[in-house]
């Protein structure tokens, strides 16, 4: 039986960020973290816009100035200095957090083991791991995925990608966002591009849907993409993929047991981006567990979710409309501030704009109906 002061369930990107900034304000306690799968490699690429003041600043593969937008005979190309997109490899951030961790030799990985269960006692939480190990703790701190059934107006953002490289790409230096496709999907489809260099892609096809949607489906529309542009020679390096819940999770604390990352509610509704958002989550968590207080849950703005579901319901009503509704964003909302708006620190202009931007009456009448079924 072993003890520790904090146990991590899950070391993905809530806890990693959490632990790295451990280590840097020397945090006293002793720390545990239970991953069944500690060597997934790289199995993704978090992105989104600066400027980040996160500890992951030399894991940035790459920073793009500006970004477009398409649909049907539309496009929009915008950007700002001052709010760049940046692109972090997984394993380059599982690799500083680990060294980081290795400098704590009182603290313990127990990787390829999993959380079986966990009973409440006296002194905090005994949890019971898959290889019948036992770990006592007064604070866990739970990443695993939440197991959710979504209802209208909220989706899944189901994704595959593709990372090419070997091939002559061209430009790189416009970050393809969402270039929407016409098929008739339930609410929307798009691909999304990240030009890495002009010998490197990462194409990815996405869609956002009632139920997660089909990973083989997926990735033979990726196959046709190649096929047109005329890459399907490139050579594939590695493949990632996910479903992503696209709503508000509410935040979950009790009796030292708290939720972290997507579960914790992290994760914007409207657009699946998380890992800025866990990055300022993490900075309060260690401010306040290295001055012994409980770490606080991430920050919600029920405006924000308020707008999102009012937004997602107009996509579910005019699903065909996604892409339009997306470039009048882009096209009409100064970029740095739609850039601090996605990321969840949106100014009180920023939101203005954006209001500004958005059709009245497709609004009004998701925002008459998202209300409704609310109530
Ligand atoms: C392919 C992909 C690309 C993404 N791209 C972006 C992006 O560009 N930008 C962005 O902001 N967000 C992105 N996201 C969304 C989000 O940032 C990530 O999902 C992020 O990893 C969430 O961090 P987390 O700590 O909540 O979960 P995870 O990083 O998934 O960590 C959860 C951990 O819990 C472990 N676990 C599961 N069950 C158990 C158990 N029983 N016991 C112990 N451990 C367990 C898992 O193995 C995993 O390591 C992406 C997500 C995916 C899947």
Redesign the pocket.
């Given at each position: 039986m072993t003890r520790a002061d904090i146990v991590f369930?899950?070391?993905?990107?809530?806890?990693m960020s959490l632990a790295i900034r451990l280590v840097r304000d020397q945090y006293p306690g002793r720390v545990l973290f239970?991953?069944?799968?500690p060597d997934?490699g790289d199995?993704?690429?978090?992105?989104?816009w600066g400027p980040g003041n996160h500890p992951f600043q030399s894991c940035i593969t790459r920073k793009w100035p500006q970004w477009g937008v398409s649909a049907g005979d539309q496009s929009v190309v915008a950007g700002h200095p001052d709010t760049p997109y940046e692109m972090l490899r997984?394993s380059d951030v599982a690799a500083l957090a680990g060294a980081a961790i290795a400098e704590r030799p009182d603290w313990v990985v127990l990787g390829n083991?999993?959380?079986?269960s966990a009973e409440r006692i006296d002194t905090g939480w005994r949890l019971l791991l898959d290889n019948g190990d036992e770990v006592q703790t007064t604070r866990v701190l739970d990443?695993?995925?939440p197991a959710l059934s979504l209802q209208r107006p909220w989706v899944w953002q189901s994704?595959v990608?593709v990372e090419l490289a070997d091939h002559d790409f061209g430009q790189a230096d416009t970050v393809r966002l969402m270039d929407f496709v016409e098929e008739a999907p339930p609410i929307a489809a798009f691909f999304y591009e990240l030009p890495i260099a002009r010998d490197r892609r990462l194409v990815e096809f996405t869609q956002f849907t009632p139920e997660p949607a089909d990973e083989h489906a997926m990735r033979a529309r990726i196959d046709t993409l190649l096929a047109e542009r005329g890459w399907q020679g490139a050579r594939v390096i590695r493949t990632?993929?996910?479903h992503?819940p696209m709503a508000p999770i509410p935040p979950y604390s009790k009796e030292g047991w708290m939720r972290?990352?997507?579960?914790?509610g992290?994760?914007r509704p409207a657009t699946?981006?998380?890992?800025?958002a866990?990055q300022r989550w993490a900075d309060a968590a260690s401010r306040a567990l290295c001055t012994g207080k409980p770490p606080p849950t991430p920050q919600r703005s029920g405006l924000l979710d308020w707008l999102d579901g009012v937004f997602l319901e107009s996509l579910w009503q005019n699903p065909r409309t996604a892409g339009s509704q997306f470039i009048r964003l882009f096209r009409n909302v100064p970029p740095d501030a739609l850039g601090r708006f996605l990321m969840s620190q949106p100014r009180a202009l920023d939101i203005m704009y954006v209001l500004r931007a958005l059709p009245v009456r497709p609004m009004l009448r998701a925002a008459w109906q998202h209300g409704w079924r609310r109530t």
């Open positions: 369930v899950g070391l993905g990107a809530a806890a239970i991953e069944p799968h997934r199995d993704r690429t978090w992105c989104g997984a083991r999993a959380l079986a990443a695993r995925p994704f990608g990632e993929s996910g992503l972290i990352g997507t579960a914790g992290s994760m699946g981006y998380a890992f800025h866990i």
